[in-house]
């Protein structure tokens, strides 16, 4: 007797759909998913191909609109984030980019977290701006800022949280209930929680968007972006954007993203264990001025993030007492992690924000966002811990 296929994943637990939903398998029943490394879909007559063009029509015509590899992830991620539609892109920037082409036009307002990953705030700051479409930035941590920077014309919120570097909150039921309340749509960036640890649409926000290149990835290795949200605007609106713009994810990066969601939720609980003990330990070093992590008692927020989280994630900055060359030069003295501007990879990456991720933005903005010149972020990853507090010290070494 064949077996019964499951076809709804949505009574089944978050590690269970993480390995299994989206997954249609093909007539050979390969058991791992399938890469359809094929740029276009062929048809069977003349008739089919004109039905296959008209605009309701399901089905693969070309790699740009649909494939069977990028639809997998995209209706995995969907499904574990509790949307209706998921738009898989080619980079984490993208999926910001398509979101704000679905959901703006010009003449339109926006309002941007202050404390969002530099690439953000330039492309709302500098590029957004030259389509009409003007951006004010507010502390996350103040209601009353976001409320007071409200225009008639305003249309989206934009935030991350936890943000990087400083792991600063935004309460996403206050905020898009605030954003409701003006004719304005909440789009959460979601790329450090993952919907492991957090679920923003659940909380109130309208659209989640990733960068997949991080921890959904989980080992370094492809670039690439999703937006997740309803079907009318991300599933309709985005899509026949996406159609005609392009910024599509290819389906070899989608299977390496599919794989990572596998071990996503495994991989994020070890590193937020991981995270919480470096983050204590350095708050008990005399050479360390504050230490950032949402899981320390002595973070400001920590009420609001046990009731959005699951768990802190894996970033940890800190500020050592100290000048930039004697910051750069604890970096320097480190051996085993990786000197990089990445995140969310099984091995652990040390950066100096001030000089590289928020480099390019001005002297003020790096004082209003707090991005010290003496601020170290590490994106701890699954090495064992005594490695890497031993190189670590080997940075504290070089304050002596
Ligand atoms: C929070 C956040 N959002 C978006 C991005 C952009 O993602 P990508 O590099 O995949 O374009 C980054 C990159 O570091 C990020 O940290």
């Known amino acids: 007797m064949p077996r019964k296929k499951i076809t709804d994943w949505s009574n089944f637990q978050d590690e269970t759909r993480a390995i299994r939903a989206g997954h249609v398998r093909g007539p050979e029943n390969e058991h791992s998913e399938a890469i359809f490394a094929t740029s276009s879909f062929i048809f069977e007559d003349a008739e089919m191909a004109a039905a296959k063009f008209e605009p309701d029509s399901k089905g693969n015509v070309y790699s740009r609109f649909t494939n069977p590899t990028v639809r997998t992830f995209q209706d995995r991620l969907a499904s574990l984030d509790g949307g209706e539609a998921c738009i898989a892109t080619a980079s984490g920037m993208s999926a910001i980019l398509l979101a704000c082409m679905g959901l703006l036009k010009a003449g339109d307002h926006v309002i941007c977290s202050r404390s969002v ?22 502390s996350p941590l103040d209601l009353e800022g976001w409320q007071q920077a409200i225009k008639p014309n305003t249309r989206m919120f934009f935030a991350e949280t936890p943000s990087n570097p400083l792991q600063e909150l935004i309460d996403i039921q206050e905020l898009s209930q605030l954003a409701h309340r003006n004719n304005s749509v909440l789009v959460v960036d979601n790329g450090f929680c993952t919907p492991v640890l957090q679920k923003p649409l659940s909380l109130g926000a309208d659209v989640v968007v990733y960068t997949a290149t991080k921890y959904i990835d989980g080992q370094g290795r492809c670039v690439g972006g999703a937006v997740v949200g309803d079907q009318k605007r991300v599933g309709d609106e985005m899509f026949s954007i996406m159609r005609t713009v392009g910024p599509a994810m290819s389906p070899f990066n989608a299977w390496v993203f599919l794989k990572g969601l596998e071990t996503l939720s495994l991989r994020m609980n070890a590193i937020s264990v991981r995270a919480l003990e470096l983050a204590g330990w350095l708050e008990a070093r005399a050479e360390v001025e504050k ?41 320097d003295h480190t051996q085993l992690m990786s000197l990089s501007a990445n995140l969310g990879d099984a091995k652990t990456i040390i950066t100096h924000p001030a000089t590289t991720t928020h480099g390019r933005l001005t002297q003020q903005e790096r004082d209003e966002s707090g991005i010290t010149d003496n601020l170290i972020r590490i994106a701890v990853g699954l090495e064992d811990l005594i490695d890497l507090k031993a190189d670590l010290e080997k940075g504290f070494a070089s304050l002596k």
């Open 117 to 138: 990953f530099g690439s953000i705030s330039i492309f709302f700051s500098k590029i957004m701006s030259r389509f009409g479409i003007d951006t004010d930035f507010v």
């Open 291 to 331: 230490v950032f992590h949402t899981g320390l008692d002595s973070h400001p927020q920590r009420e609001l993030a046990k009731k959005q989280q699951k768990a802190g994630g894996g970033i940890v900055s800190f500020r050592i007492k100290g000048n930039k060359e004697q910051t750069w030069n604890f970096i």
